[in-house]
C-alpha cells in the first residue's frame, strides 16, 4: 500500500495556514463544591429496567480468551468480537464467520453508565488511576552528579563531565541485554569506576556566541591521573560520546529529598526508559540502572533541583517524575474511601471493600431475528493509552502560566512551584463522537511506507467490528433494588440521555478516539417489584408509565432541576453526548479540516502526532495552544530555525 495520506497533508497544508480540528477528547469540569453524605439511603424501589442498545457506528469489544494471530497481515494481533465462546490459542480469524450470537458484558455496560452518573452527579472520580507517578519529558539539560550512600544515608555531589569519544572504543551489548564499551580488550559498564587521562578542547558555539571548553578523556587506563565513574547513556541518531563523572562539591541536598527523588527515579527508569511497551525503539532500553542502598555505592546521575525538591533522571535531558500526585490535583473529587463519606455515584452504583452496589447489569446479548451485521476484518490506526504527561491538555492553572508542569510553572526564566489549588485537573476525560464514522471505516490503518516494511505493525490490532446498524440490536436488563424515586429518575435520564429519541450518544468499547463505538441506549420499560397476596409467588414485576416521562423525552429544564447541575458542566455534557457537535462546529466555522474534522493533534509538516507536541513546547516555557472546553485546535508548524552566522 502507498501511503496518500503524505501527500494529502502536503498539498492541502500549502494552501491553508489556520487548519483547525476537533481533539477527540475533552473533559466534563469538576465543581469545586462535591455532595457527599455520612449515609446511604436506602428507598423502597426494587425492580428491573429494561434496555435496547444500537450501534449508531461501528463498535468493538475484543474476546480476550486467546491470542488469534494466525491470520494478522503484519504478525501484529488479532482479535474477535466479543462472545461466551472460548477461543483457542492459534484461532484463525479469517476461517470464520464473527460469532452468531455477540455478547457486550455487563461490566462494560456498568463501567459506561457509572461514568455518565457521576459526571452528571457531581460525583467522586472513582476510576481514576491514582497507581503510577506523574511524570513528563523535561527539555531542561540538568547537572551531572554523583549519589553515594555513605554512613546509612544518601549524599549529592556535584560531578565534573568528561567526554569519551565513541573513537576511542567499541559500544557493544551483553547476554543480559546490558550495554557496555570494550577498550583495550577490557569491559566497561554504565556506573563503573575508572581512571582516566584527559586534555581541554575548545570550540566556538555560533548559537550562544561563545568559546565552550570541554575535557576530552585520551583513553581509559588503570593508571590514569584522574578517577570517576562511567556513564552509558541512551542511544541518539548523532551522539558522539559518552561521559565520566568526577566528584567535585557536596551538596546540602537532604537524604529525605533524595530518597524521595530516586523513588521517582526508579519508577520512570521501569516505566519508560527500560519499559519495551513504551520505549519502542529500544534506544533506553539499556540506560542507567535501579538505584538500591547499599555502603559505598556510588550511582553517576543527571540532576536539577527547583526549591527543596530534586529530581533525578539516567539522561541529560530526561523524564522528571514529579511530587504532585493525581490524589492531590482531584482534591475533593478523589475517589470515595469510607461509607460514611460518601458520594451520590458511589452510594447507588457501591464503593469497593467499603458497601455493595444496588444496582446490577446483566450482559447485552443480541436480540435481532437476522444474523448479526459484520465490517470486514481490519486493522484499525494505532491506539495507545492516554497521555497525561501533556498538561496543557489534562489541567489548568487560575494563575494563567505561558508554560507548567504538574509540580511548577515558569516566569521571567524561574521555576516557581505552585501552592495550594493553583493547578487543577481539567475534569472527567469523555470522548466526543465522529459524525463521518457513520457508515465508513476511516478507522483503517493506511500503511505510510510502500515497501510494506514497517516495524510499527506489532503496536496495530486487527479486528472484526459490528457494523453500525438499527439490525444490530442488544437488549440488557439493569436491575435495582432499595433505590429512591429520585435515583430512579436521575438512572433513567443518564441511560437515555436526554431520551430514547435524541441524538445523544454513549461511546463504549475499543477504538473510541478513532470513531468506534457510538451507541444509543433506550429504555423499553419500567418494571416494578410488588409483594403478592397469594401463596403462588411471593412477589411479581410489573411495568409503569410513572417514570416514562425520564426517558421517553427528557428536556433541559427537567434535567437541570433534577441534577441541579453546574451550567458549565451541562452545556459541556450536551457537547460531548451530541452526535452532530462536530457538524456543528464545522457548519459555524470553527473547524475546517478536510481531511478528517475528529483527530488527535498533528503538525503541517506530516501526520506524526508528536510533532504537534512538540512545536507546541516552545523553547524558554511557553504553550503556544492549550485544550479549551470547545475541543478546538489549530494545526502548528515546526519552529523557525535561527541562522546563525559563521564566524
Not at 464467520?97 to 455487563?106: A, H, L, S, T
Request: hydrophobic share 30%.
Amino acid at each position: 500500500m502507498i501511503d496518500t495520506k503524505k501527500s494529502e497533508y502536503k498539498d492541502y497544508h500549502e494552501k491553508k495556514t489556520d487548519v483547525t480540528f476537533l481533539n477527540p477528547y475533552n473533559f466534563i469540569p469538576l465543581p469545586h463544591k462535591i455532595k457527599r453524605t455520612a449515609s446511604v439511603e436506602k428507598g423502597s424501589l426494587t425492580g428491573v429496567i429494561e434496555c435496547t442498545l444500537v450501534p449508531i457506528t461501528d463498535f468493538f469489544i475484543p474476546n480476550t480468551s486467546a491470542e488469534c494471530t494466525a491470520n494478522s497481515p503484519h504478525g501484529n494481533t488479532v482479535r474477535d468480537f466479543f462472545s461466551y465462546n472460548q477461543l483457542v490459542s492459534g484461532y484463525n480469524i479469517s476461517e470464520h464467520d464473527g460469532p452468531e450470537k455477540p455478547v457486550i458484558p455487563g461490566s462494560e455496560l456498568r463501567g459506561m453508565i457509572r461514568s455518565m452518573y457521576e459526571a452528571f452527579t457531581n460525583s467522586c472520580l472513582s476510576c481514576m488511576d491514582t497507581d503510577k507517578p506523574l511524570s513528563s519529558r523535561s527539555s531542561d539539560a540538568k547537572q551531572p552528579g554523583l549519589l553515594e550512600y555513605i554512613n546509612g544515608k544518601w549524599v549529592i555531589f556535584q560531578a565534573g563531565k568528561h567526554k569519551v569519544s565513541h573513537d576511542l572504543f567499541k559500544k557493544h551489548t551483553d547476554s543480559s541485554k546490558t550495554n557496555y564499551i570494550e577498550y583495550h580488550g577490557k569491559k566497561y559498564y554504565n556506573g563503573d569506576k575508572v581512571n582516566f587521562n584527559s586534555h581541554i578542547h575548545e570550540s566556538y558555539n555560533q548559537k550562544i556566541k561563545k568559546t565552550i571548553k570541554s575535557s576530552i578523556a585520551d583513553d581509559i587506563s588503570d593508571y590514569g591521573r584522574k578517577s570517576g565513574y562511567l556513564v552509558i547513556g541512551g542511544e541518539i541518531g548523532n551522539k558522539k560520546n559518552e561521559f565520566i563523572f568526577v566528584k567535585e562539591k557536596k551538596t546540602d541536598i537532604s537524604d529525605i529529598v533524595i530518597s524521595n527523588a530516586i523513588n521517582g527515579y526508579n519508577s520512570s527508569l521501569k516505566d519508560f526508559y527500560q519499559n519495551e511497551k513504551v520505549n519502542r525503539s529500544g534506544k533506553s532500553l539499556h540506560t542507567g540502572k535501579e538505584i538500591t542502598p547499599a555502603a559505598g555505592a556510588v550511582y553517576p546521575v543527571w540532576y536539577e533541583q527547583i526549591g527543596d525538591k530534586l529530581y533525578l533522571s539516567p539522561a541529560c535531558i530526561g523524564r522528571n517524575v514529579y511530587n504532585n500526585t493525581l490524589d492531590s490535583l482531584a482534591g475533593k473529587h478523589k475517589c470515595c474511601e469510607s461509607k460514611e463519606d460518601i458520594c451520590e455515584a458511589c452510594a447507588l452504583f457501591g464503593l469497593l471493600g467499603e458497601t455493595s452496589g444496588r444496582l446490577r447489569f446483566s450482559d447485552a446479548v443480541f436480540s435481532s431475528e437476522d444474523a448479526p451485521l459484520y465490517q470486514e476484518v481490519v486493522t484499525l490506526k494505532e491506539l495507545s493509552s492516554p497521555k497525561i504527561t501533556s498538561m496543557e491538555m489534562y489541567t489548568h492553572s487560575r494563575i494563567s502560566p505561558e508554560f507548567w508542569t504538574y509540580d511548577y510553572y515558569k516566569e521571567n526564566k524561574r521555576k516557581i512551584y505552585f501552592k495550594n489549588d493553583e493547578l487543577e485537573l481539567n475534569g472527567r476525560k469523555f470522548y466526543y463522537h465522529h459524525p463521518e464514522c457513520k457508515g465508513k471505516n476511516y478507522y483503517k490503518y493506511v500503511c505510510q511506507q510502500s515497501n510494506e516494511q514497517n516495524n510499527d505493525y506489532e503496536r496495530l490490532v486487527t479486528v472484526r467490528p459490528l457494523k453500525g446498524d438499527e439490525k444490530n440490536t442488544f437488549r440488557f436488563r439493569v436491575f435495582f433494588e432499595h433505590i429512591t424515586e429520585t435515583e430512579l429518575e436521575k438512572l433513567l435520564c443518564v441511560i437515555s440521555l436526554w431520551g430514547n429519541d435524541s441524538e445523544h450518544y454513549y461511546k463504549l468499547g475499543m477504538g473510541k478516539p478513532i470513531g468506534l463505538g457510538s451507541v444509543k441506549v433506550r429504555v423499553n420499560d419500567v418494571k416494578l417489584r410488588s409483594i403478592c397476596p397469594d401463596y403462588d409467588k411471593i412477589y411479581d414485576f410489573s411495568s409503569t408509565k410513572k417514570y416514562e416521562e425520564y426517558y421517553s423525552g427528557c428536556n433541559d429544564e427537567t434535567i437541570k432541576k433534577l441534577f441541579e447541575t453546574d451550567n458549565a458542566v451541562f452545556d459541556q455534557l450536551k457537547n460531548m453526548t451530541d452526535f452532530r457537535y462536530a457538524e456543528k462546529l464545522k457548519s459555524h466555522g470553527k473547524i475546517n479540516d478536510c481531511i478528517s474534522s475528529v483527530h488527535y493533534p498533528t503538525a503541517f509538516d506530516g501526520p506524526e502526532g508528536f510533532k504537534w507536541f512538540t512545536n507546541n513546547r516552545k523553547i524558554g516555557g511557553k504553550y503556544e495552544q492549550v485544550l479549551g472546553t470547545d475541543g478546538v485546535l489549530k494545526k502548528n508548524s515546526a519552529p523557525k530555525k535561527k541562522n546563525f552566522k559563521k564566524r
